[in-house]
């Protein structure tokens, strides 16, 4: 298996521009989760999905953001305006349900908004 | 809100030395993950320990839970310096049949030949 795709690696945008990441979770892995990653915060989870239906999505910092998952083998993060204070490294994750089952995550989408 | 702290969040030390990383919470979690990450990529899962107590070795690396399944330690003998990187503790907590992961802030280690 490839792992976790997470695409594209870097992202540079202008303030107030629509920014749209993408993410390809492991096959047969039923649970995909959304993070951002920041020196003063760490990880924060965002969001996350079963069988791709959205469980929780009490870490999405405001409507600028949203999140979907159209089937089993894709997701996307948007952000709509983004702003500077976005900037910041995204992750995906996936994974199945079983306790001690660790999460694989993706290499991440570094985003930076100017 | 959970929350893991970790320390020290920053330690460089010299190829050969002995350190402990340290994981803790006010918090019960179902199980604590310690996993690694190298610059520009995503984190990796080191081990996953699950009963209180349990000791988990992975070479050079010690891993232990606490009695009370609320905090963890990382033990590492004889650092190398490809053990440098950032060392992040997660607790796991099981809400509407999802496991769900909590991250501490990370203890950056840094190796020194």
């Known amino acids: 298996d490839a792992g976790v795709i997470q695409s594209p690696r870097h992202e540079v945008t202008e303030m107030g521009q629509e920014v749209t990441l993408r993410c390809k979770p492991i096959?047969?892995?039923?649970?995909l989760f959304w993070y951002r990653q920041t020196m003063m915060r760490g990880l924060e989870l965002l969001i996350y999905?079963?069988?791709?239906?959205?469980?929780?999505d009490s870490g999405m910092p405001e409507d600028r953001f949203s999140a979907k998952m159209p089937n089993a083998s894709f997701s996307t993060l948007k952000i709509q305006p983004s702003e500077p204070r976005d900037s910041a490294v995204y992750f995906c994750?996936?994974?199945?349900?079983?306790?001690?089952?660790?999460?694989?995550f993706g290499s991440g989408t570094r985003l930076t908004v100017v | 809100t959970q929350l893991l702290e970790q320390s020290p969040q920053f330690l460089s030390i010299q190829e050969g030395e002995n350190l402990t990383v340290y994981c803790n919470s006010s918090?019960?979690?179902?199980?604590l993950q310690w996993y690694r990450q190298e610059p520009g990529e995503g984190p990796v899962l080191l081990v996953t320990?699950?009963?209180?107590?349990e000791v988990k070795k992975l070479k050079r690396l010690t891993f232990q839970f606490g009695d009370a399944r609320k905090d963890s330690s990382l033990h590492i003998t004889a650092a190398q310096t490809g053990d440098t990187g950032l060392y992040l503790c997660?607790?796991?907590?099981?809400?509407?049949?999802?496991?769900?992961?909590?991250f501490g802030q990370g203890t950056r280690l840094t190796i020194n030949p």
């Open positions: 999905f079963n069988n791709n239906v959205p469980i929780d």
């Open positions: 096959s047969g892995h039923d649970y």
């Open positions: 320990v699950v009963t209180g107590g």
């Open positions: 918090s019960v979690f179902s199980s």
């Open positions: 997660a607790g796991a907590t099981i809400i509407q049949g999802a496991q769900k992961l909590v």
């Open positions: 994750a996936s994974s199945v349900i079983r306790v001690g089952y660790g999460y694989t």
